[in-house]
């Protein structure tokens, strides 16, 4: 699977939006964009996932670059529940694999201030 | 529905010896997979079993084992415990299949301190 990377901390103010950026320069074709987030000492949340549209949920918006190269998540208006940390991860798409492994690298710590 | 269930929350053992964790998914889904996640990192992949098979294992040493039940809940085994096994152990559970790929849903976790 690609890799990922992102900065290691950001900050945003509560009610504005959160923009957290990803690249995966070496994503294959087949590959998904997944972001799951974790706050402290819970297991992982899954929030979103794309493979080269535009997605939006009840959580967020994904967009990804035409190119696929990068991605940027979006919390439309930031809450403090939102602070945590964010992980950007590449997964290959349908196999034999049944599901395949997350390999989530170190994240991006999104801390939301009053 | 029930999220993703993991027992004991909690747990405390000696150098040397064996746990297991266990692990119950999602309603209808077939797959699961377990995350070792150490204090200031993220998670990393241990094992994922789909219908009852081993499907994927991680750079784990052979301490480490797993295993699949009928009803599709799962255990971790680890052996011989050390002090670096000391972690928060995440299982996640997904429907699994060639159609994927699916979103994987985690459970809460156990923490296990090793003494």
């Known amino acids: 699977d690609a890799k990922t990377t992102q900065p290691p901390s950001m900050d945003c103010a509560e009610g504005r939006a959160a923009n957290l950026p990803c690249n995966h320069s070496t994503i294959s074709g087949n590959e998904y964009v997944y972001w799951y987030r974790q706050i402290h000492s819970q297991g992982p949340q899954y929030i979103i996932h794309g493979l080269k549209n535009n997605e939006t949920n009840e959580m967020a918006s994904l967009i990804i670059t035409e190119d696929r190269k990068s991605s940027t998540l979006i919390l439309p208006h930031a809450t403090l529940r939102d602070t945590a940390v964010y992980y950007c991860i590449v997964r290959a798409g349908p196999s034999n694999n049944a599901g395949n492994m997350l390999t989530f690298g170190g994240g991006t710590r999104l801390m939301v201030k009053p | 529905d029930a999220g993703v269930t993991q027992s004991p929350t909690h747990l405390i053992k000696t150098r040397g010896q064996q746990v297991t964790l266990r692990c119950s998914p999602i309603?209808?889904?077939?797959?699961v997979s377990w995350y070792q996640q150490v204090l200031g990192q993220g998670p990393q992949f241990i094992f994922q079993y789909y219908e009852k098979e081993e499907r994927g294992r991680g750079n784990f040493p052979d301490r480490f084992s797993a295993r699949q039940f009928p009803n599709y809940s799962s255990e971790l085994n680890v052996n011989a415990l050390l002090l670096g096994d000391s972690a928060l152990y995440l299982c996640a559970s997904s429907r699994g299949g060639n159609r994927g790929p699916y979103e994987q849903y985690f459970g809460p976790g156990t923490r296990l301190t090793v003494t």
């Open positions: 309603s209808g889904h077939k797959s």
